[in-house]
């Protein structure tokens, strides 16, 4: 097993070492054995192991050496003192309760985190240990050098992972090792993670913070900051490998408004999964929310209103974590905005229709704030309300043609204002005026058609038809003027319109249909004496 590798961790020859004490004024060797060592019988072995002459006089500043195995062993209790969702504690019995902030463990204690919980749990020197979901963690030895401050704490990952930050050593017996069926990691003074999988049987540690010694059955390897080793049962301890950068969280934003935080970031080269993370806080130790996905995005349903920390790291193809990246965020998204209705998103109508804005009502809703604006930053917005308290409103007066944008917020009882919802657009669209037809000046060759101008037209559509109802087309065309010429028709009755085209390709109405009749024979040589024989309808 790991766990008798322990002898072999660079600390591991703790018990071997000394303990330096410094006197103090007044101090005795017999103070001192009953205050640290086993018993008042070291007092004669304490004298000769530092060649003390006087045992009743010890001089301020001397450096007294004692050896850790004889200084009083006590037990140390850790403290739990964050629990997030339906975590549970195993005593040494068996027996099974919730978890709560607070309580302290003792050594045999199991914590166990389902899917959705977490804890942080502190031991007797102050450093902590983040146990992530789906985690279960032995306190396998806690324990303490009377009151010298030299704490020896050992867990056992039964499966999971843990995050730990830990204290810096004061002294040889100062030990803190999480162990697995695969490896022991060790550290003074540091920042590293653990993770266990039953799985493949896998042990996987990471530094973020000073040096942690790995150990095997067979040996040792020492990881600085920023790298990370695997261990397997069965296999020579891998040699440690860097761990992937921090993501950039640089673009997103520090203010969330939203009851769906949706996060997106660059991808981290030879990542293939990430992990995101949000704290309660700024400190990385109430664990609010932990998701791992397969591509640098995700959305995690908000916490409540309220300051947090987020943190993303990239997963390298051994299941190695990174780097994190952090980023203090504040959520602020209560009261709920209310739900836009109509008009649909980006929809198009006449700007002589100026839109009536529908909305959803959210509960507990007493008044509305509106915006409307002609550019989508509302910089600045051309209309303010903040005291609506229906579910519409229709502009007043009459908007340019252009492309709107509109949004609200929800003011309750109390007076909380809050944020924007998503903004919505309309476009109020130029639609040519109806033209008025002159009559054509018919020819024995040609015949031509006009008629007025419309504003805003950039173009026009004409049609020639057999019918009235226009489903017996002769000519369709697309004019940039006012005018079509075309060659006299056979003898009949005809039928034109024609209407304009905005820039935007809207077209406007038809004017009423004129009637053309050419009849057979005709004398085309009358013409300018006998006037015209259109009728316009």
Do not use: K
């Amino acid at each position: 097993m790991a766990l008798a590798a322990l002898a072999a961790l660079p600390n591991a020859g703790a018990r071997a070492q000394d303990w330096i004490y410094t006197a103090r004024p007044g101090d005795t060797l017999w103070d001192l054995t009953e205050r640290y060592l086993v018993s008042l019988a070291y007092v004669e072995r304490l004298r000769a192991y530092n060649d003390i002459a006087e045992p009743t006089a010890l001089p301020p500043g001397r450096r007294i050496r004692v050896p850790i195995r004889w200084l009083r062993v006590q037990p140390a209790p850790a403290r739990v003192i964050e629990v997030v969702g339906a975590a549970e504690m195993v005593d040494a019995g068996g027996a099974t309760a919730p978890l709560t902030a607070g309580q302290q463990l003792a050594t045999g204690d199991r914590v166990r985190t389902p899917t959705g919980a977490s804890t942080t749990i502190e031991f007797a020197d102050g450093s902590r240990m983040v146990v992530l979901p789906e985690s279960d963690v032995e306190m396998d030895s806690l324990s303490m050098y009377g009151d010298t401050g030299m704490v020896d704490s050992l867990s056992r990952l039964r499966g999971g992972r843990v995050e730990s930050t830990v204290r810096p050593a004061v002294g040889p017996g100062s030990r803190f090792r999480i162990g697995t069926p695969a490896a022991v990691a060790a550290a003074r003074g540091t920042g590293f993670r653990v993770g266990y999988s039953a799985d493949d049987g896998a042990a996987r540690t990471e530094v973020t913070e000073g040096t942690v010694g790995v150990s095997d059955e067979r040996q040792t390897r020492t990881l600085s900051a920023g790298f990370g080793v695997v261990a397997r049962p069965g296999e020579r301890l891998a040699r440690p490998r860097p761990l992937l950068p921090a993501p950039d969280l640089s673009a997103l934003p520090a203010r969330q408004e939203r009851p769906i935080v949706r996060l997106a970031w660059p991808a981290v080269a030879d990542a293939v999964r990430y992990r995101a993370q949000i704290f309660a806080g700024e400190s990385a130790e109430r664990l609010l929310l932990d998701t791992v996905v397969d591509a640098p995005a995700t959305a995690l349903e908000a916490p409540p209103d309220g300051d947090y920390l987020l943190s993303v790291r990239a997963i390298d193809a051994e299941s190695l974590e990174g780097l994190d990246a952090r980023l203090p965020i504040v959520v602020d998204a209560l009261p709920l905005p209310p739900p836009p209705l109509r008009p649909p998103h980006e929809a198009a109508m006449p700007a002589t229709n100026v839109p009536e804005l529908w909305w959803s009502v959210p509960q507990d809703a007493a008044a509305f704030r509106l915006q409307i604006a002609d550019n989508p930053a509302f910089s600045p917005p051309l209309l303010v309300d903040t005291e609506l308290d229906g579910d519409r409103f229709t502009p007043p007066g009459e908007l340019p043609p252009g492309t709107y944008y509109w949004r609200l917020s929800t003011r309750t009882a109390s007076g909380d204002v809050g944020p924007f919802g998503d903004t919505r657009a309309f476009r109020l669209q130029l639609v040519p005026p109806g033209v008025e037809a002159a009559p054509p000046a018919v020819g024995e060759e040609t015949v031509e058609f006009s008629w007025s101008e419309a504003l805003g037209a950039v173009r026009y559509e004409f049609d020639l038809a057999r019918d009235e109802g226009f489903t017996d087309i002769v000519e369709h065309l697309e004019v940039d003027s006012p005018r079509v010429q075309l060659p006299t028709p056979s003898a009949g009755v005809y039928y034109f319109r024609a209407r304009g085209v905005s820039a935007e390709n809207v077209p406007g109405t038809y004017g009423p249909p004129s009637r053309l009749e050419v009849p057979s024979n005709f004398p085309w040589w009358l013409l300018p004496i006998g006037g015209l024989l259109l009728i316009l309808l």
